[in-house]
């Protein structure tokens, strides 16, 4: 393992020479998360201080706010198409010939992206919460606070499997990033970042769980459900269990792809 500590480090110090690029990506990203929370404000006052799917405006408030942290910790940025880069030109043919597992060589490069982003959104993304700090609640107990970090973390190694298994098309195909742009369609919308996914159940139960069938809702709006003491009990184990089996499932997608692919690679040139 000393070799992928290594790449962690390097990792690090390659991603902050781009700090002010993360800085920059930050600060426009919370254009969006603004105008979301301006859109609800608005809902809610014409609704009379009613509450959709459950939330109060409070809690809807938070609840994007405990999306932009998640996604700061755990989304995937540019790795997908790094490694389809790193396929098309060859460059991984250098990993076919040593002793480096290039899937754990681009995780603990993700690690090192996510540190780096982490510690320069940190400040700006802390100005933004303290701006909505009435609404910013601590999570129902210490046990469910460890359940979701466990989650969180489990999350991250979704996103990445994923992408990472999207990446392997380039062994087939030249260009993916079609591919890749319909893939986050589903997820941004299905993972709960553009709406709380329990909203759908006065609109139909029926696709809100089948949902729950598909990885998406575990990329994000799971975790956060979890720190809102929206979901418990046996709901929570259940749920906690298929995001485990999302993540292996990945995983194993993962390998299956790359076993695949590197059977027909070829890299010319010298």
Known sequence: MQK???????????????RVNYLTRTLFSFIPLFAMLSLWRTVYAGKGGGAPGGYTQSEMIFYYLMIAVVDVLTAVNDDDWQIAADIRE???????????????YRLFLFFSGRVAFTAMAAVPLAAFIF????NVVPPPDAATFGIFLVSLALTALLQFFISYAMAMLAFWLLEISTFIFILFAFEYIASGHLFPLSLLH???????????FTPFPYQLYFPVSIYMGNTTGTTLWLRLLAQLGWVLAGYALARFAWRRGIKKYSAFGG
């Open 4 to 18: 992928y500590w290594h790449v962690l480090g390097v990792g690090i110090q390659n991603n902050l020479t781009y």
């Open 90 to 104: 060859g460059n991984i043919s250098q990993f076919l010939l040593k002793p480096i597992d290039y899937l754990w």
């Open 131 to 134: 701006c909505f700090r009435k």
């Open 202 to 212: 006065s609109i139909s139960p029926a696709l809100e769980q089948a949902l729950f």
